[in-house]
């Protein structure tokens, strides 16, 4: 039986907590054993029950989302976090995504969509609405170069779009994974991006293969 992903929640709208309670009820494999109504409660109860994944809301009073993603992930960078909000504004997602964030959700989505995506989190994966990969894409497209990389960085690059740590690409290489530390490093830099998370957008909206 999979583990049991511990859930907490940061929002101040308290219908969007008991919707989100009730959705997760259902799904044996999450929990949701926390909630927040502002980033500073929110910050304490992280502290105290160290869970798996945060669902942040981006618009708070106080500490905004982006302040409280930041704090969360100083605190333990391994936590992960979705941004899960209304606003599709592409400064707002280039500074999540930025800041750490594993994950940027409209508050709009199906149910359904979004416990898949709650899943893919868990495991690993960057997860985006359809339309914030598009908004993601235009404003990476803007400063990305892939013609600056070498062979070995393209193919690093499509490892990194596939989710894979340092340590996979490193065996499935034949490298060490201080080596891909170093050609990530460099490819980050050509292409303008600062983490693997926009590298892995700007791949699949450039079709690299």
């Known amino acids: ?24 009820d259902i799904c044996p494999d999450l929990e949701m054993v926390g909630e927040a109504s502002n980033g500073l409660d929110g910050l304490e109860i992280i502290g105290e029950l160290k869970p798996d994944l ?13 302040e409280t993603l930041i704090k969360i992930k100083k605190m333990d ?23 750490g964030a594993d994950g940027y ?25 359809s339309c914030i990969i598009d908004c993601l894409g235009r404003a990476l497209r ?18 990194i779009h596939d989710g894979e740590s340092n340590k996979v690409i490193a065996r499935k290489l034949g490298i060490t994974e201080a080596t ?18 926009e590298a892995a957008v700007w791949v699949a909206n450039n079709n690299i293969h």
Request: charged fraction near 30%; hydrophobic fraction near 45%; charge should be neutral.
């Open 1 to 24: 039986m999979a583990d049991i992903q511990k859930i907490v929640v940061i929002d101040d709208h308290p219908l969007l907590r008991k919707g989100l309670q009730q959705l997760i």
């Open 54 to 66: 945060i669902l942040l809301d981006l618009n708070m009073p106080n500490m905004n989302g982006l």
């Open 77 to 99: 960078p391994d936590i992960r976090v979705i941004m899960l909000t209304v606003s599709d504004e592409e400064q707002d997602v280039v500074d999540a995504l930025r800041n």
């Open 105 to 129: 959700l409209l508050k709009d989505m199906d149910p359904e969509e979004l416990l898949l995506k709650f899943r893919e989190v868990a495991k690993g994966k960057l997860v985006l609405s």
């Open 142 to 159: 803007k400063q990305a170069n892939v013609s600056e990389l070498t062979n070995r960085e393209r193919e690093i690059l499509i490892h």
């Open 180 to 197: 891909v530390k170093v050609h990530v490093k460099h490819l980050l830099k050509k292409l303008n991006l600062k983490t693997r998370v």
